[in-house]
């Protein structure tokens, strides 16, 4: 697609974009500027490949502490403001940028996967921990009270910012569909996992999960990254901590 040149129009077109960040994605509105977004739209708007301001982008997201899925998503929303599909190659250099800026501001590690912005797996087995402990003075086991909603969309042969684009697209999407209420991990590359309550409302949710990663996965050009249909299902959780914490490492598999 080609886009108008001039000043005018890229400093529209940033101000759009910084716009519909802060809308919709961006936590935090006076970080948002960085000198490598006006050379991302000047990219653009010369109809040059964008990667490389998009890496030094990315870089610079990652050193200013912003995860991988705020920045990708933030990237989108530059190519939603000019009315474009999502350039892949944008999406890469973001990834591959911030990747290297993480690995030159090493952090202490955490409860969160910087990657997904998702909990740890060793976070969710403590969060089960606390559950079957709840249980022990219950009249219902927790096979009966809460299971795990399980999202697979991992395929093979996916390079190094591939498997971190839908790592992140897959952590924006299950924040937005159970949000902060439900403990979640990613288990390994392409499987998910959510803890819920048993209700009427987790079917509804599985369903609407599978459809809300497909689409968020359009939108960040990152869709041949996943399996087709993706897989969500129920899992039963067994009757002890350390069975499910086991169940937990067979789904890592």
């Known amino acids: 697609m080609t886009m108008p040149t001039g000043g005018a129009w890229a400093v529209d077109t940033r101000e759009r974009w910084r716009t519909a960040s802060l809308t919709e994605v961006w936590l935090r509105p006076g970080d948002w500027y960085h000198p490598a977004v006006d050379a991302v739209v000047e990219a653009v708007a010369d109809g040059r490949s964008p990667e490389a301001p998009a890496h030094r982008l990315g870089f610079a997201r990652s050193s200013a502490g912003i995860g991988l899925d705020e920045t990708l998503e933030d990237v989108a929303c530059l190519y939603r403001a000019v009315g474009a599909p999502v350039d892949v190659d944008v999406v ?50 927790v096979s009966e009270t809460h299971c795990l909603v399980i999202i697979d969309v991992a395929v093979d042969d996916l390079d190094a910012w591939q498997r971190m684009a839908r790592a992140a697209s897959v952590g924006r999407t299950l924040d937005q569909v159970f949000g902060s209420g439900h403990p979640m991990a990613s288990l390994s590359d392409g499987v998910f996992a959510v803890l819920c309550e048993r209700s009427p409302d987790v079917a509804r949710l599985s369903q609407s999960v ?39 490492q067979h789904l890592r598999r």
């Open 92 to 141: 890469r250099g973001a990834a591959l940028g911030w990747v290297q800026g993480r690995e030159r501001e090493p952090t202490l590690s955490g409860v969160r996967d910087p990657a997904t912005g998702l909990p740890t797996v060793d976070y969710l087995g403590e969060r089960l921990r606390e559950t079957y402990g709840r249980s022990a003075g219950s009249a219902l086991p």
């Open 210 to 248: 599978r459809r809300i990663v497909e689409r968020n996965a359009q939108i960040l050009g990152v869709a041949g990254t996943m399996r087709r249909p993706v897989r969500v299902w129920l899992e039963r959780l067994p009757a002890s901590h350390g069975a499910a914490v086991d169940l937990l």
